[in-house]
């Protein structure tokens, strides 16, 4: 059974950079898409970016674009996160998930999650 296990996270101050990965246990993921959501303290989940399987097509919440890029590596059945330019209201537990299905530019999230890691930015 596909597993999630997400890493990376830390605490970083404003403007700076981080790299989470999204790496696969007990299978690939490499068939699914995947997407990155977040979640800060008293708020809702929210999605943050989603790839396809092959990488080929990938959608952005506006609250990253220009800032966030997704990307994977399927020799290595991972999928990073880039972040730059951090802000505070970046802080959150950030979730992978594999996609169930993508509707008019929303990606659907499956029961797939991993466990989070948290990103803290701060100065």
């Known amino acids: 059974q596909l597993q999630l296990v997400e890493s990376g996270g830390g605490l970083v101050q404003p403007g700076g950079s981080l790299r989470l990965s999204c790496a696969a246990s007990g299978s690939t993921l490499n068939y699914y898409a995947i997407g990155w959501f977040r979640q800060a303290p008293g708020k809702a989940r929210e999605k943050v970016s989603c790839i396809s399987s092959t990488g080929g097509n990938t959608i952005y919440a506006d609250s990253v674009k220009g800032r966030f890029t997704i990307s994977r590596d399927n020799a290595k059945s991972t999928v990073y996160l880039q972040m730059n330019s951090l802000k505070p209201e970046d802080t959150a537990i950030y979730y992978c998930?594999?996609?169930?299905?993508?509707?008019?530019?929303?990606?659907?999230?499956?029961?797939?999650w991993g466990q989070g890691t948290q990103v803290t930015v701060s100065s």
């Open positions: 998930v594999v996609i169930e299905t993508v509707v008019a530019g929303h990606c659907i999230p499956s029961d797939s």
